[in-house]
């Protein structure tokens, strides 16, 4: 078996830690997923490059990429390299010119940036043995999910954020936080008012 086994996004899923996402990648070759914690911010991010959506200002991510194309950086992979005590760690490979370094980051930045520079991502062989699992998102969704969420979810001014009866108090002050932060202002005077709604 090669060590290095290619990824691919297949879900993201509400945590029940306060404002932690659960990032599911599925192997490329197998029917193996592996879930890796992740925050709200960084959700976020992913969602809203795979659904192909620009935020109005660019958020830190965007910033980034920004940043390394001026310099004439190319990320060419993402490799998920250790897991210590269920925290994963990550590192990012990158290209300029005829010169390779590599960058350590945090799983789901080098994730994020995966997306937007569309190169693949990879674990180790004995990584993915030690924390992957066989099937559906099921038991994600059992462990770490009181239900499955869509990304879209994560997408602000998406449809689905039309239903904000249907979040709890703890989880409308999460996206009340990250609407503020992205500065989108019509969002989060909608869901400030539901809050204001509940707690009168």
Known sequence: MSDKIALDIVSILPAHSHGAYTLVLGEQKGNRKLPVLIGAFEA???????????????????????AMQAMDVEVEEVMITDLQEG????????????????????????????????????????????????????EVESADSPGRMAHEELIPGSKSHAG??????EELEAMLEESIRDEDYTRAAKIRDEIKKRTA
């Open 44 to 66: 976020q991010a992913i969602a809203m490059e795979i659904e192909g959506m620009k935020p109005s200002r660019p958020l830190t991510h965007d910033l980034f990429v920004q």
């Open 164 to 169: 904000l009866e249907s979040y709890s108090i």
């Open 87 to 138: 925290i994963f760690f990550s590192r990012i490979r990158c290209k300029r010119g005829f010169d390779s370094f590599e960058l350590d980051s945090r799983t789901s930045d080098a994730i994020a940036l995966a997306t937007k520079f569309k190169c693949p991502i990879y674990v180790t062989a004995k990584i993915m043995d030690e924390a992957a699992y066989d099937g559906d998102d099921s």
